[in-house]
């Protein structure tokens, strides 16, 4: 059965270190995986977009890696800080007649000062 | 985000009643699609609309539920006869384009459904 599963529901990092989010899928073949971030209440927040040719991406803190191999994307934000607190959703784009994002549950991340 | 408008924010229906939800996509975006977040669960897609064309319906139930995207005005999500089941937040997205060399999605804050 198709699955997308994001490593642990809720992650806790001390303000500074690297946290490191997983995203991992069985029997898609997504053409691009996106993350987004979601506050409470709030709508999700577009951060990376990473295509399946591609290994690595990079915005200032956060970096995106993808192994279509493994079936498995790494998220990082480098140097947290408490306002990176959120809900952080991975979301493969998939081939199936149209553009449509399957979503993983989501990881909470608090990050502690 | 700010860009993809969505009304009301927050909507209480009884059992029964009708829910209009209204989603304003962001300029020049002509793709639309919605999705349902229920409590504890993780976004689910439920339709992508072009202007005047529904693309893909798969998430939908096949009851009560519709939506439309008409040549003027917002795209609209109709539930009937309302059921506590539907009490979730429901999102609106838009893109520029909707082949698969992935056109960034953009989402709207959501409309929260509360059926009592």
């Known amino acids: 059965s198709q699955k997308i599963e994001q490593n642990s529901e809720a992650l806790n990092i001390q303000e500074g270190k690297t946290a490191t989010l997983t995203c991992n899928y069985t029997?898609?073949?997504?053409?691009?995986l996106q993350w987004y971030r979601q506050d409470p209440g709030r709508g999700p927040v577009f951060l990376l977009l990473i295509r399946e040719n591609e290994k690595e991406k990079r915005k200032e803190r956060l970096k995106v890696t993808f192994d279509t191999t493994l079936k498995q994307s790494l998220f990082h934000i480098t140097a947290s800080q408490p306002a990176d607190s959120a809900t952080y959703l991975c979301?493969?784009?998939?081939?199936?007649?149209?553009?449509?994002?399957?979503f993983g549950q989501g990881t909470r991340l608090t990050i502690n000062p | 985000n700010a860009g993809v408008m969505q009304n009301p924010r927050h909507l209480v229906r009884r059992r029964g009643q009708e829910a209009r939800l209204r989603c304003s996509p962001m300029?020049?975006?002509?793709?639309v699609y919605w999705y349902r977040q229920l409590p504890e669960e993780g976004l689910k897609f439920m339709v992508y609309l072009q202007k005047e064309n529904i693309i893909d319906e798969s998430g939908m139930p096949k009851e009560r539920f519709s939506a439309e995207f008409p040549k003027e005005g917002p795209s609209i999500l109709r539930i009937q006869q309302v059921v506590r089941g539907d009490s979730a937040a429901y999102f609106c997205?838009?893109?520029?384009?909707?082949?698969?060399?992935?056109?960034?999605?953009?989402f709207g804050e959501g409309s929260w459904l509360t059926v009592v």
């Open positions: 979301a493969l784009g998939i081939r199936q007649g149209a553009q449509k994002l399957v």
């Open positions: 029997n898609y073949s997504p053409a691009y």
């Open positions: 997205a838009s893109s520029s384009g909707g082949e698969l060399s992935g056109n960034t999605i953009y």
């Open positions: 300029k020049g975006h002509s793709h």
